[in-house]
């Protein structure tokens, strides 16, 4: 029941990533000025940048059903891999968006922020998972 517990929870967890990267692109679309940059095409979206963001969103969905798939070890070391480059990725982004003075908004900080700390929890579980199992 334990490895269970800590599948669901860990589950769940990359599903909040999936729906936090979901928030800051639909908020984001709230903000002044955005919808009409989309529009007129100033925003620089490409074909490319869509791809890596379906990838960026895909990616929290796949792992989420994955954690419940996997047996223990290879779910263990999955979510430590991918937990520990998603927290990486995470705090890069949130850095280097203050270093390039780039205007972050309230629910942006809120977002990220929310998102490196889930991201930390899934490592955490993986760290702690039991090394019985298999």
């Known amino acids: 029941m334990k490895i269970l517990s800590l599948k669901l929870r860990i589950m ?3 599903i909040f990533m999936a729906a936090s990267i979901t928030a800051e692109v639909s908020l ?15 925003a620089g979206i490409t ?7 379906t990838i960026r969103w895909l990616i929290p969905f796949v ?15 999955l979510n430590i891999v991918f937990g520990a ?15 390039a ?7 942006l900080i809120i977002i990220i922020v929310s998102s490196i700390i889930a ?3 899934i490592l955490l579980y ?3 998972w039991p090394k019985y199992g298999d």
């Open 126 to 128: 993986a760290a702690r």
């Open 47 to 53: 074909s490319s940048n869509l791809v890596l963001w």
């Open 12 to 14: 769940v967890l990359w």
């Open 119 to 121: 991201s930390i929890l």
């Open 28 to 42: 984001y679309l709230y903000h002044k000025g955005q919808i009409e940059s989309l529009i007129s095409g100033e």
């Open 85 to 99: 480059i998603i927290v990486v990725f995470n705090i890069f982004q949130f850095v280097m968006r203050l270093i």
């Open 63 to 77: 792992l989420a059903f994955l954690t419940v798939s996997l047996l223990d070890k290879a779910n263990r070391i």
């Open 101 to 107: 003075g780039q205007y972050m908004p309230a629910f």
